[in-house]
């Protein structure tokens, strides 16, 4: 069973950058290689929404119209870790993240927000103050 894990959360003025990072873990020999792992984001009182996703091999990457030029998603698949590097971040960024993944796929075909992600992260907050 694949696991997520979340951290990098934190509290930054309009402006800032935070660097959140997704740790996966799984079966034994297991490679987060052939998984592809999208972003979302749930401020409060709101449905939660795509960011963006990377694809498995990282060849690929989408970004939301809102995020783009500012968020970079990059992957470490020797450490079957993913990150989210935020830059100039805007009050309307304020949100609980969260890291899912679905796979295996046998392709690093370009990611979709709408894919069917069955693993997901804790969450972690980032809160952006003005």
């Known amino acids: 069973q694949l696991q997520l894990v979340e951290s990098g959360g934190g509290l930054v003025h309009v402006g800032g950058s935070l660097r959140l990072s997704c740790a996966a873990a799984?079966?034994?020999?297991?490679?987060?290689?052939?998984?592809?792992v999208g972003w979302f984001q749930q401020a409060p009182g709101k449905e939660r929404k795509g960011v963006g996703c990377?694809?498995?091999?990282?060849?690929?990457?989408y970004y939301t119209d809102s995020v783009k030029g500012r968020f970079t998603i990059s992957r470490d698949n020797a450490n079957n870790t993913v990150y989210l590097q935020m830059n100039d971040l805007k009050p309307d960024d304020t949100a609980v993240y969260y890291c899912?993944?679905?796979?295996?796929?046998?392709?690093?075909?370009?990611?979709?927000?709408?894919?069917?992600?069955?693993?997901w992260g804790q969450g972690t907050q980032v809160t952006v103050s003005s």
């Open positions: 990377i694809s498995s091999r990282g060849v690929s990457t």
């Open positions: 799984g079966f034994t020999g297991f490679t987060l290689d052939y998984y592809a």
């Open positions: 899912a993944a679905y796979g295996p796929l046998l392709r690093d075909t370009m990611c979709t927000m709408t894919g069917r992600y069955n693993y």
